[in-house]
């Protein structure tokens, strides 16, 4: 195939035959090969949520290792998350749950578990500040195995959105309230204690637990959790609690959506996973409907294209997004008479992805056209990256290579 222009840049050349390629933007490219358990550690590590939403220095350390984090950034089992004083982060977990970060917080995710079964749990260990926690699915689940552990007490839940509190001795030596754990319940109840010793905590209570200023667990009477009349002033709203209580009132029913997915990407399919979405990207390329093919594609993906040029060189080039969509709307415009032949689609579950989250697909293409009044004929090798993102499957990453 000829180019429009010998003299044209690489990056020109390559955007304007990927715009008459439309169907050729896959990831079979080793640089976008799935990562394997061993690369870089030697198993990978548990993920338990995403940044959300973020204002301020928040930032993840795990042992000598730190990292700030930003909208989008993991967040990974065993990882302490920490506000500054102006720092606030919403974490969305992965059993569609909401953990509100307050500023001058500090919490480890110690255990996370969400596969839709009864083996399903999170412990979250507040270690100072608050929290908000919307929960999700586990507290549904396996409420028994959904808990927050402060320095002095532990809390369980029953399907809630409530706020644990850590008050640290110096904050208690600034405010006319003791040290120790509280526990404000919004919406479903707690229970803060253990056994014999655990107070129940209905919707718009607050519960408190002393720090225990005896050696041992003597004159439990005094150590018993209690109720407070009014709600402590050191409970703010957040940057984000608008959203938040928006959110709370469809929260179970969104779990409750998701753990369904969850349960049906048990059963993976990943051929016909594949198939469908091959088959909603074709018809989307032959109707010439820019839209539709961009819909398919995140907005992170990350796509890579491999060209032949007039002497028989390759040449590859990189696009984001924005870069994709441009090129996308030229070619629609432009196209006609267009026909392709999948010549073979392998498709294969992502070793690494929990359940059914992560597909890898390869295909064997030859399509011909039409493109801005030139005819043009090519085969190509295509791999996409698929990913399940709030119950739609789309491409992360996207690669092609012209034979």
């Known amino acids: 195939m000829n180019l429009p222009s010998a003299s044209a840049s690489a990056m020109t050349r390559a955007?304007?035959?990927?715009a008459s390629l439309l169907g050729c933007w896959l990831l079979a490219l080793p640089a976008f090969a799935a990562p394997s358990a061993t690369d870089g550690a030697s198993s990978p590590r548990a993920q338990f949520g995403v940044i959300w939403r973020i204002k301020g220095e928040v930032v993840a350390k795990e042992g000598e290792n730190s990292r700030p984090l930003q909208s989008g950034s993991p967040v990974y089992v065993g990882e302490h998350i920490r506000t500054a004083a102006t720092g606030e982060a919403v974490i969305k977990t992965g059993d569609a749950g909401l953990i509100a970060v307050r500023p001058n917080a500090e919490f480890v995710a110690t255990n996370f578990l969400a596969?839709?079964?009864?083996?399903?749990?999170?412990?979250?260990?507040?270690?100072?500040?608050?929290?908000?926690?919307?929960?999700?699915?586990?507290?549904?689940?396996?409420?028994?195995?959904?808990?927050?552990?402060?320095?002095?007490?532990?809390?369980?839940?029953?399907?809630?959105?409530?706020?644990?509190?850590?008050?640290?001795?110096?904050?208690?030596a600034a405010t006319p309230y003791k040290e120790g754990t509280y526990d404000k319940v919004n919406r479903g109840r707690t229970a803060l204690g253990e056994g014999e010793q655990s107070l129940e905590i209905e919707a718009g209570r607050v519960g408190f637990a002393r720090k225990s200023p005896f050696e041992t667990k003597g004159l439990m009477t005094i150590l018993m959790p209690v109720l407070l009349d009014k709600v402590p002033d050191f409970y703010v709203p957040g940057q984000f609690d608008a959203e938040l209580d928006q959110l709370t009132q469809?929260?179970?029913?969104?779990?409750?959506?998701?753990?369904?997915?969850?349960?049906?990407?048990?059963?993976?399919?990943?051929?016909?996973?594949?198939?469908?979405?091959?088959?909603?990207?074709?018809?989307?390329?032959?109707?010439?409907?820019?839209?539709?093919?961009?819909?398919?594609?995140?907005?992170?993906?990350?796509?890579?294209?491999?060209?032949?040029t007039r002497d028989g060189a390759s040449t590859m080039v990189e696009f984001?997004?924005?870069?994709?969509?441009?090129?996308?709307?030229?070619?629609?415009?432009?196209?006609?008479?267009?026909?392709?032949?999948?010549?073979?689609?392998?498709?294969?579950q992502v070793p690494t992805a929990q359940t059914c989250e992560q597909i890898s697909v390869r295909s064997a293409v030859i399509e011909q056209g039409v493109q801005s009044g030139k005819p043009y004929r090519l085969e190509a090798d295509e791999e996409y990256l698929l990913e399940l993102r709030d119950g739609k499957w789309l491409a992360t990453k996207a690669a092609t290579t012209q034979k």
Not at 287 to 297: D, V
Request: charged residues 25%; positive net charge; aromatic residues 4%.
């Open 320 to 348: 984001d997004r924005d870069e994709l969509a441009q090129s996308t709307v030229a070619a629609a415009k432009g196209l006609k008479h267009y026909h392709q032949r999948r010549l073979t689609v392998d498709a294969t």
């Open 250 to 308: 469809t929260a179970d029913a969104e779990s409750a959506r998701q753990l369904a997915q969850k349960r049906q990407a048990g059963h993976c399919a990943p051929a016909s996973i594949a198939r469908g979405w091959l088959q909603q990207f074709d018809r989307a390329v032959a109707k010439r409907n820019a839209p539709a093919i961009l819909s398919l594609f995140a907005p992170d993906v990350k796509v890579q294209a491999t060209v032949r």
């Open 15 to 18: 955007l304007w035959l990927c």
């Open 115 to 172: 596969e839709g079964k009864k083996t399903d749990g999170m412990t979250l260990k507040l270690l100072t500040g608050s929290l908000r926690i919307i929960t999700g699915w586990i507290g549904k689940l396996n409420p028994h195995d959904h808990r927050v552990i402060t320095p002095n007490a532990t809390i369980g839940i029953r399907g809630t959105d409530h706020e644990p509190y850590v008050l640290s001795a110096e904050l208690a």
